[in-house]
């Protein structure tokens, strides 16, 4: 028997960043809110130790999470397969036959452009979705859009 093992390239190291500097907005945006809230609503007074506690989880999150993320997240394209694992709270395995891929994207976004990144989605037939690749390097991103684009139009049938 086959073991499944995990996927042999990385995301790029900016992905590091770019997802720190998310986690960090996410956390000031949420603390922000949360101190308006209760500056505006008087009744609604927020312990400051629970105020303390919400501060030191979402320097934990946007510490841990971007690093771990980066450890775990990987892909790799084959001949004959995308291979992708992904997650940070729960670690997730796909693997697409080139034979079931029906359409290749490429996506920069306005935030990973700022770190030349880009993501890169095999779109399947599969009723759990598309494979997505994120944080790629945006020069690799358009490479590999073109290699499986190549590959999955010289496997025979129509990708369902």
């Not at 694992?85 to 306005?110: C, H, L, N």
């Not at 945006?138 to 499986?148: C, T």
């Amino acid at each position: 028997m086959t073991e499944l093992r995990e996927p042999s390239e990385r995301v790029s190291p900016r992905a590091r960043t770019m997802w720190t500097l998310g986690a960090l907005g996410n956390s000031v945006f949420t603390l922000g809110v949360l101190a308006l809230v209760a500056y505006v609503w008087s009744p609604f007074t927020v312990p400051w130790w629970a105020f303390a506690l919400l501060v030191v989880a979402c320097a934990a999150y946007t510490v841990l999470m971007p690093r771990w993320r980066y450890a775990v997240h990987r892909w790799e394209a084959t001949e004959t397969a995308v291979y992708t694992q992904t997650g940070w709270w729960s670690i997730e395995r796909r693997i697409a036959p080139m034979s079931r891929i029906q359409t290749v994207d490429y996506e920069e976004g306005a935030f990973a452009r700022l770190f030349g990144l880009a993501s890169v989605t095999a779109t399947t037939a599969s009723a759990a979705g598309a494979l997505a690749i994120v944080g790629l390097d945006k020069q690799l991103a358009r490479e590999l859009v073109d290699q499986l684009t190549r590959r999955a139009d010289a496997v025979p049938g129509d990708a369902t």
